[in-house]
């Protein structure tokens, strides 16, 4: 990986100092919150995709490895397909209402967006 990575430079337009080095922000995974406090949007999406649907979970706030079990979770209950990426859930179809159902047996605070 580069030293000095242009996408990763918020707000550094230019330096006049040619010692500049931009130093990034150390970021480390959040602890993850207790489901009763986590606030999980579940929407539904299918563009980019060829019109197929994918149902997204969203706002889940903790590391990587819980956002994994959760997805395998999630996954298995509905018995489909799917995968996490950016800190959302993706899982194949529309079945916003079995997330719904089964985040709300696993304790978490789940929200159908959408119609």
């Not at 996408?7 to 207790?34: E, H």
């Not at 149902?55 to 509905?78: P, Q, R």
Request: hydrophobic fraction near 35%; aromatic fraction near 6%.
């Amino acid at each position: 990986m580069k030293k000095n990575d242009w996408k990763k430079r918020a707000g550094v337009v230019y330096s006049t100092d040619a010692n500049f080095y931009f130093q990034q922000a150390t970021s480390s995974d959040a602890d993850t919150l207790p489901p009763s406090q986590q606030n999980l949007r579940v929407m539904l999406d299918k563009s980019g995709r060829a019109g197929k649907q994918m149902s997204i979970v969203s706002g889940f706030v903790g590391t990587i490895a819980d956002l994994e079990v959760l997805t395998k979770l999630l996954k298995t209950k509905c018995g489909v397909g799917g995968s996490f990426k950016d800190g959302e859930i993706l899982i194949q179809g529309d079945v916003r209402d079995k997330l719904v159902q089964v985040l709300s047996q696993a304790g978490y605070k789940a929200k159908k967006l959408g119609g």
